[in-house]
Each structure stands twice: as structure tokens, then as C-alpha cells.
């Protein structure tokens, strides 16, 4: 049963198309990976879908659970079961790691979230989620906050991405963890060796999915660069 | 009710212990309005208070080369509507020494108040004094209070001062602090206030890096939000060789608040190096988009920010 349902989405930044009518369906449960090259549009889908500030589609809609939420607000969409870790998750002065990790519910026991993601709970939770911790811990601090929520959709921006950058084996983890919890993943990546940890895959280019379907063949379409306006480093249609 | 027991309980509702009044191994220091109405010390503290027409004036010393356990507590108040309190404190930490100061300033009624306090700190050779200062204030906002120190601090001393003022009111609050760091010493001044309504705060901070190697940091954390008004001034001089000070301010603006910062730094030796750096504006966009992709409301998403910022 679908739980995400992306239909026609187009969305513009000033005068440029981002998106141009992307169409995408995840299932309950189901680890879906998006590939693409820089520019095309990946982060920008994870906004619209988030509901963050300035991302409202320009055409098209986006359902889920049956029930479509453009209009609803970040908050009101984390409360139907959606959530987001951010490509680079922000710093907070005086929130210690426990604090941030039971922001929502006081009764959780924050140390087997640590856990999950690979840090020792007696060396985080009295830390302060602000800039002493290193871009790896505050991106494990920020999977194992998600891990916590239980949530039904996570977004997960390029995990896989600059010098801080996880494992490929972290990302099995955190992902295994989400699908024991009965999470759907929307795993945002450009590297093709992680697509195909996922249960379907699918590839952007020039707003739209051009390739969908088992991980391993999307991976090996994105790798032979058949998309050819596209060098395979930036998207050349945005 | 005695005055004691009656700034006690004003004490106890401000979120404060009671109990520390009667441990024999804890000194404390209690003055509601002008009178002096309990004070104890312990070994190695010397504590001459007496009552003046205005308020207290207190000489506390720590002798040579004692550490005093236990944090001694400082508790001043006026209980009263109105009324006027003046401090007057003289601390003197004798040569390798250490002591940890905490203030409680509880004024819950205060409609037409002032409470004043003039310190003069000098730490000695290789001895370390902490002061945290906490403020309560009531919710009239009618209190004028105006904290002043002049602090020398000798070769390897350390001093760590945090005023907080984060419940209830501000009123208008003119903090003046004033630091003069020696050789290799240490300055450490974290301000942290939340102002509503029409609270005026006004901070200004100075350290003088005097000494060779000496460092500072001035932290100022404020929130204002309604008409509240801020204006937060943070000195630091260097001038002596190795001498190395930060000034880092941030504001917190929310409604029709007006928030300023003034980073003052004064470089007069080539070896020395001041930095500083100020923010001031509403709440970050990424931090609220992040805590209500947690499931946090907007209103809610504010209030974990601003009181992580003033923690």
C-alpha cells in the first residue's frame, strides 16, 4: 500500500524548474533510494515533502497515507509520522544529546538509540548537541533522534555525503534499524554503491524520475551515465 | 513569619534549597532588605557583615591557601513592594585560595524596588574564585538593579562569574563588570538574561588582559521579546604578549524588541589577539525546521531554543 505518494510535482526557484512534473510512490516499509547527480533536484524534494519554509509545490501533489498534505506545516506532517535529517543537521547551544533525543517523549531510554547508531551512551548523552561535537557525531546524534521518533516516512538527505560522511556499513545499520521499527526510508544519495541496500530505487534527472525499479539495474543505469546531458557529477538541466 | 523565614520561602519558591541554611558545613551570608538577618562561616573564611542605613556591607576573606569545600551562598532580597537595597561587598581571595560564591537575589513583589551592588574582588597569586548569580525578580518588572564589580585577579588566578536571570521579570537591570587579569590568568563572564515587556537590560563587560598569557572569554546570552529592550556591550584589551580574549554575544529577538550588540576589542600588543563575534536576530529558520520535524509546535520549537541558549 502506498504510503508516500508524490504526483506531479513541479517547483520552481525563481525562474528555474527544479522539479517538472516527479512522480514517485513508496511503499509502507519500504526502503526507497533516489540517485542522482548535484542539481537535480533531490534535496529540494525532500523540502516539498518535509514542508519546509519557502517549498510549496508550484503544481502537483503530495499524499500521504491517502490524504494529501500540501498544506499542512512541518510540524503537523512530523505529527502524521514524517520526518527529515538534514544533509547538514544544525547545532543547538544548551541541548544536551539526552534532551534532543527525548525532545518528544520524556519516557524513552535515549542510551539504546545512541546505541543503534554506534556511539557509547556514557560518553554522548551529557554532551551538548552545539559545536564541540564532529560533523560524523552530530549526523549519528541526528539518525538516532530520528531512530527515536518511530517515524512512518524518514528523509534522509545524503547521509553518504562530504568529509563527515558515514560508512556505507553505518548507513546498513541505521537503515536496518528503521525497517525493524517498520519505517519507510526516503534515502537520498549520489553514491550508487548504497542504492542497493534499498528495497527499490529510483533515478532523477532533469526534475523528473527517468529510472525506476530494482536497486541494482537503477545503480547500474546511473553508472553508465546513459543520461547523457548529464556529466555524472552536475545535472546539466537545472 | 520571621524575615528569615519569610526570604526563605520567597528562596524556596524561587527554586532554591532551604536545607543549605542549616548545614553547619555550608557558610551562607542572608541580608533581607537592610538587615542582616542570618550569616555562618567555616574554616578558613572570614566574614565581617554589618548593616548600614542602606544595606549590608560585607568584607569576606579566604585565607592562604584554603579551599573551601562547600559553595558559600549569598542570599539577598527585598521582600517588600518597595524598597531599596545597597550591597557593599569586599572579597579577598588570599594566595593560592579557591571558593565558589553563589548569589541568590530574590526580589518576588518588587514594584518599586533598587537593589544595588558594588564588589570589589581581588584573587591573589594562583587562587580561583567561582560566582554564579541568579535573579529572580517577581512579574511587575518594577525593580531597578544595578550590579557593579571591579575584579583584580593576580598572577595564575582564575576567576569564573555567570549572572542569570531567566524567570520572571528583568525590570531595567545595568550590569557593569570590570576585570583586570595578571600573568597566565584566567577570565571566564557568561551573562544570561531573558527580558519580557518592557525590561530594559543593559550590559557592559570589560577584562583587561594585563598580564602575559592571560585569557578571557565574555559570553552574553540574551532573549527579549514584547517591547523589551537589550544593549550589550562587551570590552577586551590585550596588552600584554600571548594575551588571547573572545567577546561572543548572541540576542535572541522576538516581537517588537529591540536588541543591540557593541563588541568593543583594543589590541596594544603585537602578541596579544582579541576575537570576537555577535548574533543578533530572531530564531534560526534550520534550528526550528528541525525541531518541528521532531514534532515540536512553533511556539514550542522557540522555547527549546531560547532556553537552550540561556542554559
Not at chain 1, 517547483?11 to 509502507?28: P, R
Amino acid at each position: 500500500m502506498a504510503l508516500l505518494e508524490l504526483k506531479g510535482l513541479t517547483f520552481h526557484a525563481g525562474d528555474k524548474k527544479i522539479l517538472d512534473g516527479f512522480s514517485m510512490i513508496i511503499e509502507a516499509s519500504e526502503v526507497h533510494a533516489l540517485l542522482g547527480t548535484n542539481g537535480t533536484g533531490k534535496s529540494t524534494l525532500a523540502y516539498l515533502i518535509m514542508g519546509c519554509e519557502g517549498y510549496k509545490p508550484t503544481s502537483g501533489e503530495i499524499v500521504f497515507d491517502g490524504k494529501a498534505i500540501n498544506k499542512l506545516k512541518i510540524h503537523e506532517r512530523a505529527k502524521l509520522g514524517i520526518t527529515m535529517a538534514w544533509q547538514e543537521p544544525v547545532r543547538f547551544e544548551g541541548i544536551s544529546v539526552r534532551d534532543y533525543l527525548t525532545l518528544n517523549n520524556k519516557d524513552l531510554d535515549p542510551a539504546h538509540y545512541l546505541v543503534m547508531v554506534g556511539l557509547h551512551p556514557e560518553l554522548y548523552l551529557g554532551r551538548m548537541v552545539d559545536r564541540c561535537l564532529s560533523g560524523g557525531e552530530r549526523r549519528r546524534i541526528e539518525l538516532a533522534s530520528l531512530l527515536a521518533l518511530h517515524p512512518r516516512l524518514a528523509i534522509l538527505d545524503e547521509p553518504d555525503s562530504g568529509i563527515d560522511m558515514l560508512s556505507t556499513q553505518d548507513i546498513v545499520n541505521v537503515i536496518s534499524a528503521f525497517k525493524e521499527h517498520g519505517s519507510s526510508v526516503l534515502l537520498i544519495t549520489h553514491r550508487e554503491e548504497i542504492v542497493i541496500i534499498a528495497d527499490k530505487a529510483s533515478q532523477i534527472c532533469n526534475g523528473k524520475v527517468i529510472c525506476s525499479g530494482n536497486p541494482a539495474k537503477v545503480a547500474e543505469y546511473y553508472k553508465s551515465r546513459k543520461c547523457l546531458i548529464c556529466n555524472g557529477e552536475v545535472c546539466a538541466y537545472v | 513569619m520571621s524575615e528569615l523565614d519569610a526570604l526563605m520561602k520567597a528562596f524556596g519558591e524561587a527554586g532554591g534549597d532551604k536545607a543549605i541554611l542549616e548545614n553547619h558545613e555550608i557558610a551562607h551570608l542572608v541580608a533581607s532588605g537592610h538587615k542582616l538577618v542570618s550569616m555562618k562561616s567555616v574554616a578558613g573564611l572570614e566574614v565581617d557583615a554589618k548593616e548600614t542605613i542602606s544595606g549590608i556591607s560585607a568584607k569576606v576573606t579566604v585565607k592562604k591557601g584554603i579551599k573551601i569545600k562547600n559553595p558559600v551562598h549569598l542570599c539577598f532580597g527585598v521582600l517588600h513592594k518597595k524598597g531599596t537595597q545597597k550591597i557593599r561587598m569586599d572579597v579577598m581571595l588570599e594566595n593560592n585560595s579557591s571558593a565558589h560564591f553563589i548569589a541568590h537575589c530574590i526580589f518576588p513583589k518588587a514594584e518599586k524596588v533598587r537593589h544595588i551592588m558594588d564588589a570589589v574582588v581581588d584573587i591573589g597569586e594562583g587562587a580561583e574564585m567561582r560566582y554564579s548569580e541568579t535573579h529572580y525578580h517577581g512579574l511587575y518588572g518594577g525593580i531597578k538593579v544595578t550590579p557593579k564589580s571591579v575584579v583584580k585577579i593576580g598572577k595564575n588566578g582564575r576567576y569564573f562569574a555567570d549572572f542569570t536571570l531567566t524567570a520572571g521579570r528583568v525590570g531595567t537591570l545595568n550590569i557593569d563588570y570590570s576585570v583586570e587579569a595578571g600573568e597566565n590568568a584566567v577570565t571566564e563572564l557568561t551573562a544570561r538574561v531573558f527580558g519580557h515587556a518592557n525590561d530594559y537590560i543593559k550590559i557592559k563587560e570589560k577584562v583587561v588582559l594585563e598580564g602575559k598569557n592571560s585569557r578571557s572569554i565574555i559570553k552574553s546570552r540574551v532573549a527579549i521579546e514584547d517591547d523589551a529592550q537589550a544593549e550589550v556591550t562587551g570590552i577586551t584589551e590585550g596588552n600584554a604578549a600571548g594575551a588571547r580574549g573572545h567577546v561572543d554575544c548572541m540576542e535572541i529577538v522576538k516581537d517588537r524588541a529591540v536588541a543591540k550588540a557593541i563588541p568593543i576589542v583594543n589590541v596594544t600588543n603585537p602578541l596579544a589577539k582579541v576575537t570576537h563575534e555577535a548574533a543578533i536576530g530572531s530564531v534560526d529558520k534550520r534550528q526550528m525546521e528541525t525541531l518541528m520535524a521532531h514534532g515540536l509546535t512553533p511556539e514550542k520549537a522557540v522555547d527549546v531554543i531560547v532556553k537552550g541558549i540561556l542554559k
